[in-house]
């Protein structure tokens, strides 16, 4: 018999908010507390958009985005703020790619 596949509650709290339809999540990301809102509740130019760096800038709003630049992230950053950002969204980031 396997073992269940253990979730951080991170993830799980984030997963039950959006089945729930509940507010926005938070997460912390170079000393900043970031808000997301549920995502039924983007901006509908989220959808419009292909470009990482836009949609974070737009799930995020204007202020908490420049709070985020303001801690003059690299390359590299982005990618953990994303990943954050996602998880935050009860998204699975683990792709297998």
């Not at 073992?3 to 339809?21: H, N, Q, V």
């Not at 507010?23 to 990301?29: I, L, Q, R």
């Amino acid at each position: 018999m396997t073992a269940p596949k253990k979730t951080s509650t991170k993830k799980t709290t984030a997963a039950k908010a959006e089945a729930l339809e509940e507010g926005p999540t938070t997460f912390e990301h170079a000393g900043v507390v970031f808000e997301v809102p549920h995502p039924l509740d983007f901006p509908l130019d989220v959808l419009e958009t292909d470009d990482e760096f836009e949609a974070c800038r737009l799930i995020v709003g204007e202020d908490q985005w420049a709070a985020y630049k303001a801690t003059r992230p690299t390359i590299r950053d982005f990618g953990v703020f994303a990943q954050k950002l996602s998880e935050a969204q009860g998204r699975d980031t683990d792709t297998g790619n």
